[in-house]
């Protein structure tokens, strides 16, 4: 006969599996919906993800040639799913990926892809990923640099930038490749190689006895190698997009760190270029460290190390946020190389809901009034690039027809400048016929204006 000590056992683990299972199920963070707005509502994104915030991404209104556009850029390092809005069957896109870490060398770029008219489906959920920039590292090997990650959008993906070389580890290869640690000459085993159609690899030392470090490959270009003793290697340049609406570079290669042991900071004269060293301050006329390149590249650090606190006066800088900028390196015996920077993913698209109205139609100072023969200025506010006609008594204004609204997002003036040849009650209105997106023609509520006698005659 059982004793009924199983039964028991077995109802105890049960339990104990179940509360596992809770403390496990409550631990999962749920992914949220988030809705951007440009700020009026005339372009918003629904976002869904774990753990975003509304400042994860943004969501602005841009004008370019006469066309309204919203431009959503998610910032954070995250994964995303965006809903495609509905009417939108295309988008741009940047996509970036982080930039790596410095070590000695530099850190490479992050690889910089970008497109027009990429099909998509309305209404349909497209998932995002931007990729975080790799971890600084050192000189020597006390903590290695670390590759930036991937950043994606739908089938695209950007690979992130190689880590910079140092005493103990290989750069790392990626997008654009890490440059080469400090003594190390061979153009190809030191530095990071590069990934054909996104990025460049890494430069190296110049020389084997106390040659600074290569800097990283850009999404442009070749990391550079320093050209005398000591001093490093620029950081390759990046590629730049218009996308947002103004003219930024990605993808910039981090600096290599100096090779010196003066304890103090190092670099060139600007006259002769001659190498000295500043023991006082880090302010040199040309940083002995190497320049990032251009797209958010760190600055490699110019303090030859050797001896006291590690890190005190290192001055690598980390790769730029939201650039793929890849992070600067220091000296041998240093550590502090600088972080890559996170990555971004841009989408464009038509703004479609922008309403096509007058914000406002007047005259000058809200008058309602009007002097014969005396010039008066007619101001119209339209919510779209267009050129306004102004009518008075149904006849345009001479010199007011097509008059080009300057402006962006859905804020247009446009004047005309008015002499009144008749007295008594007139009515005025205008005409705003778009220049682009998706407006076409509309009126203005018509105002009616009072012109009275000038109170001195002539």
Avoid at 162 to 178: F, H, L, P, R, T
Avoid at 349 to 365: D, E, K, Q, R
Wanted: charged share 10%; with cysteine; net charge positive.
């Amino acid at each position: 006969m059982h004793s009924g000590r199983p039964l028991i056992r077995i109802k105890s683990r049960a339990l104990i599996f179940m509360l596992a299972i809770s403390a496990t199920y409550v631990s999962v963070p749920s992914a949220s919906a988030l809705t951007y707005s440009d700020g009026s509502g005339n372009c918003q994104a629904v976002v869904t993800g774990t753990g975003i915030t509304s400042s994860s991404a943004e969501v602005t209104l841009i004008t370019v040639s006469s066309t309204d556009y919203c431009v959503v850029k998610f910032k954070d390092a995250k994964s995303y799913v965006l809903t495609i809005p509905n009417s939108i069957t295309t988008v741009d896109y940047l996509v970036v990926g982080g930039g790596g870490g410095g070590g000695s060398g530099g850190g490479g770029g992050g690889g910089v892809l970008q497109g027009t008219s990429y099909s998509v489906t309305a209404g349909s959920n497209y998932n995002i990923t931007v990729g975080a920039g790799g971890t600084g590292g050192s000189g020597g090997g006390v903590t290695n640099a670390t590759n930036g990650g991937s950043s994606t959008f739908a089938t695209i993906t950007s690979l992130g930038g190689g880590a910079g070389a140092q005493g103990n580890q290989s750069a790392g290869s990626g997008a654009s490749g890490g440059g080469g640690r400090y003594d190390c000459t061979d153009v190809n085993s030191c530095p990071g190689a590069g990934t054909l159609g996104q990025g460049f690899k890494g430069g190296t030392s110049s020389f084997g006895g106390y040659g600074g470090a290569g800097g990283g490959g850009g999404a442009s270009e070749v990391g550079k190698s320093g050209n005398i003793n000591h001093v490093a290697g620029a950081g390759g340049n990046g590629l730049s997009s218009s996308i947002t609406g103004t003219s930024i570079s990605y993808g910039g290669g981090g600096g290599g760190g100096i090779n010196d042991n003066s304890n103090a900071f190092c670099g060139r004269r600007t006259s002769g270029l001659a190498y000295y060293c500043n023991g006082t301050n880090s302010t040199l006329e040309i940083n002995g460290g190497g320049t990032g390149g251009s797209g958010g590249g760190g600055q490699g650090s110019s303090f030859g190390f050797s001896g006291g606190t590690q890190g005190q006066y290192e001055n690598a800088t980390a790769g730029t946020a939201n650039t793929g900028g890849g992070g600067g390196g220091v000296d041998p015996e240093d550590i502090g190389g600088g972080a890559g920077g996170t990555g971004v993913v841009v989408i464009r698209y038509l703004a479609t809901n922008i309403p096509a109205v007058f914000n406002s139609f007047g005259l000058a100072g809200s008058a309602t009034s009007a002097t014969y023969r005396t010039a008066i200025t007619i101001n119209a506010e339209v919510s779209f690039a267009s050129k306004v006609t102004f009518r008075v008594n149904g006849i345009v204004v001479p010199g007011c027809k097509n008059r080009l609204a300057i402006g962006s997002g859905s804020i247009y003036t446009s004047t005309c400048t008015w002499k009144p040849s008749k007295r008594g009650g007139i009515t005025i209105t205008a005409t705003a016929t778009a220049t682009g997106g998706s407006a076409s023609v509309i009126s203005s509520t018509p105002i009616r204006v009072q012109v009275n006698n000038r109170t001195l005659a002539r």
